[in-house]
């Protein structure tokens, strides 16, 4: 099998798998709760904050990281159409 064939072997299961799900927000919710932990560790390692100011600070966080994704992102698609 060709890697080509494997990816496209497992994105085929994946979509059968997804179309069995029923309530998706549940089957994703331990992922979503790992990454909320990650996010408040992250602000407050030794949990001396209150929970109000460590969820404020992990929203914070969160959206610090996913926008350094996004700048990061663009940069490698400049960076690929400059190539072609």
Do not use: C, N
């Not at 549940?26 to 990454?35: D, F, N, S």
């Not at 904050?49 to 400049?78: C, D, F, G, I």
Request: overall charge positive; proline content about 5%.
């Amino acid at each position: 099998m060709t890697p080509q064939d494997k990816i496209s072997q497992t994105r085929a299961a994946a979509h059968r798998s997804w179309a069995k799900t029923s309530d998706r927000s549940r089957r994703t919710a331990p992922a979503r709760e790992a990454a909320d932990a990650r996010f408040e560790h992250e602000v407050d390692p030794e949990g001396r904050m209150t929970p109000q100011a460590r969820a404020l600070a992990a929203a914070s966080a969160r959206k610090a990281y996913y926008q350094e994704l996004a700048r990061k992102s663009v940069a490698s698609r400049r960076r690929a159409r400059a190539a072609s």
